[in-house]
């Protein structure tokens, strides 16, 4: 069963990857991605019925949560016309996690956490909840520069490509950031919580964590704009990609 919904949701967003590469295809890759949300939400609702714990408590099977997310995320309002080259650079990426979470077994139900599941909702789910928002804040802050790069070269399709507007942009990398930060403090929150009483020190996905916690709120607070803003978010997102991918495979071992 599980196998079976893993590969529409692959293709969905393969379709949706490869379809944002062109033009004239924004409708084709809108209904990639929604069938391979829809696809990839059917396998983690079955992998949450199966489970008897908390199914996400591995670094691949929360990986695939994270895909997920993200991709939940941009669906939003993502999908738009003016944000196909949004979904270039978000679709690519998510497409690739889900194959790099299939192949540490995270789309599979393994063995689980010693953590409590309560516990792991809130710490995990909501530092996921958070990541995946930095993700598209971090899509919309790439978006950005280069649209303002290629308005200052006065190039020649820029108004063919009808791109949403440099401010629009702007404001909304803002507010998603101020969305995320929350929900990373709360799950932040829950996991020094559970150190402090395991009688552990900060381990290394806490404390970069804890700097990634630090960078977006000066964001937030400085109330930073331009490009300096959307180098901040690249930054942050810089921070959340090793956060994921590099030290969370030893994280609940």
Request: hydrophobic letters at 60%; glycine letters at 10%.
């Amino acid at each position: 069963m599980l196998e079976a919904l893993f590969w529409p949701a692959l293709l969905g967003y393969g379709e949706a990857a490869f379809a944002y590469a062109t033009a004239r295809t924004s409708r084709a890759a809108t209904w990639g991605v929604r069938i391979g949300w829809l696809a990839q939400t059917a396998l983690l609702v079955v992998m949450a019925v199966r489970a008897d714990g908390f199914p996400w408590s591995t670094w691949s099977a929360s990986l695939n949560l994270f895909v997920w997310l993200v991709v939940g995320a941009y669906l939003i309002w993502g999908c738009r016309p003016r944000f196909r080259l949004l979904g270039l650079a978000v679709m690519p990426l998510a497409a690739g996690l889900f194959v790099v979470a299939r192949l540490g077994g995270g789309t599979h139900l393994g063995p689980h956490a010693h953590y409590s599941s309560l516990f792991l909702v809130l710490h995990v789910g909501l530092v996921l909840a958070a990541f995946a928002g930095f993700t598209l804040a971090a899509a919309l802050a790439a978006l950005y520069l280069w649209e303002e790069g290629r308005l200052k070269r006065r190039s020649a399709d820029i108004l063919r490509l009808r791109l949403p507007p440099l401010a629009s942009l702007e404001r909304l990398t803002w507010r998603t950031i101020v969305v995320s930060l929350p929900l990373l403090t709360l799950g932040l929150a829950a996991g020094i919580v559970r150190l402090r009483q395991e009688g552990h020190s900060l381990d290394a996905l806490e404390a970069l964590t804890l700097g990634a916690w630090v960078l977006y709120g000066a964001f937030v607070v400085a109330r930073s704009a331009g490009r300096r803003a959307a180098y901040v978010a690249l930054g942050g997102f810089a921070l959340v990609i090793v956060a994921r991918l590099v030290l969370s495979a030893g994280h609940f071992a």
